[in-house]
């Protein structure tokens, strides 16, 4: 099993960037696809971003394209959330979460592992 610690939200301005880590230990990272989900108050969590194994495909929501960008580095086992031209409607507390499965897929169900979590706010 691999365990996961997000880190990097806080409190921005609307046009602001952020980069968000995702810490693992346990088994190499480079066994599982990776993605980014997030869960607006009040809202159902959503997919964001995923990444395959050893990081060359990216799937990326509507809502997110061209703003955001999922990165990996397995040698630090690190998966980083790099959040470009902010606006308000991206306030939610982001999820990293990993996929032991070589599948392409942005449902959370198909993820095996997640972590606690890290809050993004986002101010106009």
């Known amino acids: 099993q691999v365990q996961l610690v997000e880190s990097g939200g806080g409190l921005v301005q609307a046009g602001g960037s952020l980069r968000l880590s995702c810490a693992a230990s346990g088994h190499s990272l480079r066994f599982y696809a990776m993605g980014w989900f997030r869960q607006p108050p009040g809202k159902e969590r959503e997919f964001v971003a995923r990444?395959?194994?050893?990081?060359?495909?990216?799937v990326y929501a509507d809502s997110v394209k061209g703003r955001f960008t999922i990165s990996r580095d397995n040698g630090e086992m690190t998966v980083y959330l790099q959040m470009n031209s902010l606006k308000v409607e991206d306030t939610a507390v982001y999820y990293c979460?990993?996929?032991?499965?070589?599948?392409?897929?942005?449902?959370?169900?198909?993820?095996?592992?997640w972590g606690q979590g890290t809050q993004v706010t986002v101010s106009s």
């Open positions: 990444i395959t194994r050893t990081g060359g495909n990216t």
């Open positions: 979460a990993a996929d032991a499965s070589p599948r392409l897929s942005s449902r959370s169900s198909d993820y095996d592992y």
